[in-house]
């Protein structure tokens, strides 16, 4: 699995405003120190929408809802960039209702997707193909977003 240098990647770094749906190379650092290697792991991704997908400037992409670029240009995305990698999704849905948490915080979709491991997730995320072709489209969709690495209880 390769690194991505601090040169290569668009990431943020400790001291700058941080972007709240940005996958940054600390986190990734910081899971992979913390998931023991080689188990499966579940990632669990909350997901607000924009009402418009919100594209950085000189990224030619039509317009469209923040959940439309998701679904019809993210996912897509990402699954070709997954192809022949352990992989699968477990669970996509709406939030129908927040029963704990802060008043008027509001999810409109989670999704539970299991990995074969961490290093099998951060191979696709960790690379320069993602960064330029994928993620921009997760990050013209979504407003505000979660993503927790889990385990399987034993």
Same mark, same amino acid.
């Given at each position: 699995? /390769?690194?991505?240098? *601090?040169?290569?990647?668009?990431?943020?770094?400790?001291?700058?405003?941080?972007?709240?749906?940005?996958?940054?190379?600390?986190?990734?650092?910081?899971?992979? !120190?913390?998931?023991?290697? /080689?188990?499966?792991?579940?990632?669990?991704?909350? +997901? $607000?929408?924009?009402?418009?997908? !919100?594209?950085?400037?000189?990224?030619?992409?039509?317009?469209?809802?923040? $959940?439309?670029?998701?679904?019809?240009?993210?996912?897509?995305?990402?699954?070709?960039?997954?192809?022949?990698?352990? +992989?699968? $999704?477990?669970?996509?849905?709406?939030?129908?209702?927040?029963?704990? /948490?802060?008043? /008027?915080?509001? !999810?409109?979709?989670?999704?539970?997707?299991?990995?074969?491991?961490?290093?099998?997730? !951060?191979?696709?995320?960790?690379?320069?193909?993602?960064?330029?072709?994928?993620?921009?489209?997760?990050?013209?969709?979504?407003?505000?977003? $979660?993503?927790?690495?889990? *385990?399987?209880?034993?």
């Amino acid at each position: 699995m /390769g690194s991505v240098s *601090a040169q290569s990647a668009p990431l943020e770094t400790a001291g700058s405003p941080m972007n709240p749906i940005e996958i940054t190379l600390q986190a990734l650092d910081a899971a992979e !120190r913390a998931i023991p290697p /080689g188990q499966p792991v579940y990632m669990l991704n909350l +997901l $607000r929408y924009r009402a418009y997908a !919100r594209y950085e400037d000189g990224f030619d992409a039509a317009p469209c809802s923040g $959940r439309e670029a998701f679904h019809e240009r993210y996912r897509p995305a990402f699954r070709r960039l997954a192809a022949g990698k352990p +992989l699968a $999704r477990m669970f996509s849905g709406p939030v129908l209702a927040s029963l704990v /948490g802060p008043q /008027g915080e509001r !999810r409109d979709e989670a999704a539970i997707n299991e990995y074969g491991d961490f290093a099998a997730f !951060r191979s696709i995320v960790d690379t320069e193909t993602y960064r330029r072709e994928v993620a921009p489209h997760r990050h013209a969709a979504l407003e505000d977003f $979660r993503l927790f690495a889990l *385990a399987k209880a034993m």
